[in-house]
């Protein structure tokens, strides 16, 4: 998978953010709690059925 979007970061747990997609699908990645409620360009990496996993461009 190589995409990346530009997604809002939600507080879930320390050190990993929940965002959601258009269509309503989570995207979890890893973060401090400075990228609460910041937009943040992520690459999704894995694909689990009714969620994504990614990590942060760089």
């Not at 973060?31 to 994504?52: C, N, Q, R, T, W």
């Amino acid at each position: 998978m190589n995409s990346s979007l530009g997604l809002m970061a939600v507080d879930k747990e320390i050190n990993e953010h929940d965002s959601c997609l258009s269509n309503n699908i989570i995207v979890h990645f890893p973060g401090d709690a400075s990228l609460i409620g910041e937009i943040v360009d992520v690459k999704l990496l894995e694909v689990h059925g009714f969620y994504y996993m990614g990590a942060i461009n760089a």
